[in-house]
């Protein structure tokens, strides 16, 4: 079990560091195409891929450990629990994209990792009262993010609280992710939400954009990526992962994206960064790192 544990702290980590260098993809992607056609065909790939890997898997599984109690793998049992994590995170990617609109990119980054002070507050709901340790780890990987994200006076404009929004449904992803991940079968839930948010994107991209398949085409290298490394690998990853680590000890991890996302920034699109961004940096990696070795020892 402890082994299971460590490898899944090691998931988190790299699901975070993909998630924090796919932003380039993500800048890239949308030069040409809307936010919810990316978001559409992002998914739609990533769920093309994710459901006949999910059917493999499951029969590996099945053949491995036949009559596990206490879960479930068919796909209709699969299919409520995914369908409530794909809500979840379509909400907080459309909040966050629509709050850009209004909003600095640096500002978006902070609000939105405020997931990890959001997380452990849906967590009390449940009687699950953090750690002094986990208290800590996330009072100083918010001072890091602010160091990293927020470069000028902080105000509060109608972006911003689309944005906080949003980041209220990230928190939920994840509590809902370690929910269901110890319950369901964690490729199937996978599969299931990326097809959820590939739909309400579809609606939301007619709705509101005129997609062009040309335009797509063009966009296919940032698009593969996304769908199917961020996404289908990265959100996989998460939700495998969070079937052995609580809900705010992953937030905790996965919120080292930002340090990433400030990494690659500077590696591939010349970014520069100050002494305070460099500072904010080392504190979330230093509060990360306490993190997953206080959850390896438990």
């Not at 209004?102 to 990890?116: E, L, P, V």
């Not at 105000?155 to 369901?184: E, M, N, Q």
């Not at 709705?207 to 996304?226: C, D, G, M, R, Y």
Request: with cysteine; proline share 4%.
């Amino acid at each position: 079990m402890k082994s299971r544990r460590v490898a899944a702290l090691l998931m988190l980590t790299l699901t975070a560091f993909i998630w924090g260098t796919s932003f380039v993809a993500q800048i890239v992607g949308m030069e040409l195409i809307g936010p919810f056609t990316f978001c559409a065909a992002r998914y739609f790939l990533a769920s093309l891929f994710t459901i006949p890997f999910a059917a493999v898997m499951s029969k590996k599984r099945n053949a491995m450990m036949p009559g596990d109690e206490g879960f479930a793998s068919d796909w209709r049992s699969c299919l409520v629990p995914g369908v409530i994590c794909g809500c979840a995170l379509f909400a907080g990617t459309a909040l966050q994209q629509v709050g850009l609109l209004y909003t600095t990119a640096g500002k978006s980054a902070f609000i939105t990792a405020m997931y990890i002070v959001i997380v452990p507050l849906l967590g009390l709901f449940s009687g699950k009262v953090p750690s002094r340790s986990a208290i800590l780890a996330i009072a100083a990987s918010t001072v890091g993010l602010y160091l990293i994200s927020v470069k000028g006076d902080f105000s509060v404009g109608p972006g911003d609280a689309l944005t906080l929004a949003g980041a209220l449904f990230w928190a939920l992803h994840i509590v809902v992710c370690g929910h269901f991940a110890r319950k369901y079968d964690a490729f199937k839930l996978s599969a299931l939400q990326f097809s959820a948010v590939a739909v309400l994107s579809v609606i939301f991209a007619f709705a509101l954009e005129t997609p062009h398949v040309n335009e797509i085409i063009l966009s296919w290298k940032p698009l593969a990526f996304s769908g199917l490394i961020s996404t289908c690998v990265a959100y996989t990853m998460q939700m495998a992962a969070q079937r052995y680590v609580p809900p705010v000890q992953a937030s905790i991890i996965l919120i080292s994206e930002s340090v990433f996302a400030a990494l690659a920034g500077f590696i591939f699109l010349g970014e520069s960064l100050t002494a305070r961004e460099l500072t904010g940096c080392a504190i979330m990696l230093a509060s990360t790192l306490t993190a997953q070795i206080q959850e390896a020892r438990s």
